[in-house]
């Protein structure tokens, strides 16, 4: 079946700093999606590709959509306390697929 | 927009007994709509789809007669754990979408229902 590798599984970071992480596959995908999870919360959407090669921005974060549709990256600039949380993508296609999650702590 | 609630939000029941958890689309309708299973620490495991007025697609090794589902309106679908045991202790959280399994294959996620059998 169709899987999802999401690393890193984990990240320690100080406050300022700028966090990237990325989803592949074996498979092609026709939209990758970004969630946080806050502890003990439901996902939120956070940003949704749909196009190979698309570069996308919500503030401070910024996703793009790989050109093989095979892959696609999370970056967060000038990272923040309230940024905590894990981070999953989501491969979209006549199934959706999430990754295992990217555990993020951020040190003030 | 796309506010998707669930409740309760936790429960904790015996043994033996079954529990109805409800999840409900507030300000979209949702042809579809996700059950989900979290162990603390790992992914969301996807449990079951269900689409308004059919019976739902059981993900392979979740037991259909032990997880309920019924999605009997656009806004609202619920899960019922049948005699729970303490191995059914998790977090569920439900996710709607107006799309499905179709593009653009967003979905909301309600806020989770952390269920504890003693």
């Known amino acids: 079946g169709q899987q999802l590798n999401q690393s890193p599984q984990s990240m320690f970071i100080q406050e300022g700093e700028d966090v990237s992480m990325n989803c592949t596959s074996s498979?092609?995908?026709?939209?990758w999606l970004w969630y946080k999870q806050d502890p003990g919360e439901g996902p939120v959407l956070l940003i949704a590709?749909?196009?190979?090669?698309e570069l996308t921005s919500n503030g401070r974060l910024t996703a793009q959509f790989g050109i093989t549709r095979k892959d696609s990256f999370l970056n967060i600039s000038a990272s923040i306390p309230s940024d905590v949380g894990i981070y999953f993508c989501q491969g979209g296609s006549e199934k959706l697929v999430f990754g295992k999650g990217t555990k993020l702590t951020v040190n003030p | 927009g796309a506010v998707v609630s669930q409740h309760p939000s936790w429960v904790i029941c015996k043994s033996g007994t079954s529990v109805k958890i409800e999840c409900r689309s507030l300000d979209f309708q949702a042809t579809t709509m996700f059950w989900y299973r979290q162990f603390p620490k790992q992914s969301l495991m996807l449990m079951a789809t269900?689409?308004?007025?059919?019976?739902?697609?059981?993900e392979q090794g979740v037991e259909k007669d032990k997880f309920l589902i019924n999605h009997a309106s656009l806004t609202l679908s619920t899960l019922t754990v049948t005699s729970a045991h303490p191995e059914d202790s998790s977090f569920y959280i439900c996710s709607a979408s107006s799309s499905g399994t179709f593009p653009p294959y967003e979905q909301y996620f309600g806020p989770g229902t952390r269920l504890t059998v003693t």
């Open positions: 269900s689409n308004e007025g059919s019976k739902a697609t059981y």
């Open positions: 498979s092609i995908f026709n939209t």
């Open positions: 590709l749909y196009k190979a090669g």
